[in-house]
């Protein structure tokens, strides 16, 4: 069965850090990834997509996310955080086909300091 | 460019009474979804549908039903709210390409429910 593993509930960074937010997917037959970002009292959005074309996807916003078959890993980095990027992000993953279905992680908070 | 809307925004039940909430998208999507996000446990699948007139049951369908009779709709029901049904519930839409689940979902903005 697959899933989804978000290492740390809560990052903080500083304003310009680097931010690196961990995702660890278990998955019988190569995956689809996706990472989404959720706004205060709003619906998730897309932020980036892996669907196998290349292992460094690059998504909105300046973020980017690598593919790792080895490590089982898509986590997501930005080279500078902005105050703008304080939200929660999650991992989701999709065997693809026949489930149907896109199983998520638990979701990491993302602190903006100043 | 609607998305997809739910309705309705907020609710308050009281243990016992019953509600259904509507979603509704109009990007002609043949895949719906119904999650609940509670803190700290992500998002988690109550039901699902593939297409109209078909629903199938997620990771945690106990306690709600669920209905696609068009295409663009998709309703969850809970018969007798509970409080362990406080949550917020997310209803979301995808389009699989090539029978691949390798579209995003597109997510409304919620629903936030309390039983007291």
């Known amino acids: 069965a697959q899933s989804v593993t978000q290492l740390g509930s809560h990052v903080s960074v500083s304003e310009g850090a680097l931010v690196l937010l961990r995702c660890n997917y278990s998955?019988?037959?190569?995956?689809?990834l996706f990472w989404y970002v959720q706004y205060p009292n709003q619906g998730l959005q897309l932020l980036l997509k892996?669907?196998?074309?290349?292992?460094l996807v690059k998504g909105i916003n300046g973020f980017e996310a690598e593919f790792k078959k080895s490590e089982t890993s898509f986590h997501l980095t930005k080279p500078s955080a902005h105050m703008r990027d304080a939200a929660e992000y999650f991992c989701?993953?999709?065997?693809?086909?026949?489930?149907?279905?896109?199983?998520f992680g638990t979701g990491t908070r993302l602190k903006v300091l100043a | 460019n609607a998305g997809v809307t739910q309705t309705p925004k907020f609710r308050v039940l009281k243990t016992g009474q019953s509600m259904t909430l509507l979603c509704a998208q109009d990007?002609?999507?043949?895949?719906m979804y119904w999650y609940r996000q509670d803190p700290g446990m992500g998002l988690r699948l109550i039901h699902y549908?593939?297409?109209?007139?078909?629903?199938a049951k997620g990771e945690v369908p106990d306690g709600y039903n669920v209905s696609r009779l068009k295409k663009q709709n998709f309703l969850l029901g809970l018969e007798s709210a509970a409080p362990s049904q406080t949550s917020v519930y997310f209803c979301?839409?995808?389009?699989?390409?090539?029978?691949?689940?390798?579209?995003?979902?597109?997510f409304g903005n919620g629903t936030r429910l309390t039983v007291t």
């Open positions: 979301a839409s995808s389009y699989p390409q090539g029978g691949r689940h390798n579209s995003p979902l597109h």
């Open positions: 549908s593939v297409g109209e007139g078909t629903t």
């Open positions: 989701a993953v999709s065997e693809g086909s026949g489930t149907y279905k896109y199983i």
């Open positions: 892996y669907t196998s074309a290349a292992t």
């Open positions: 990007m002609n999507h043949e895949y």
């Open positions: 998955s019988s037959v190569p995956p689809y």
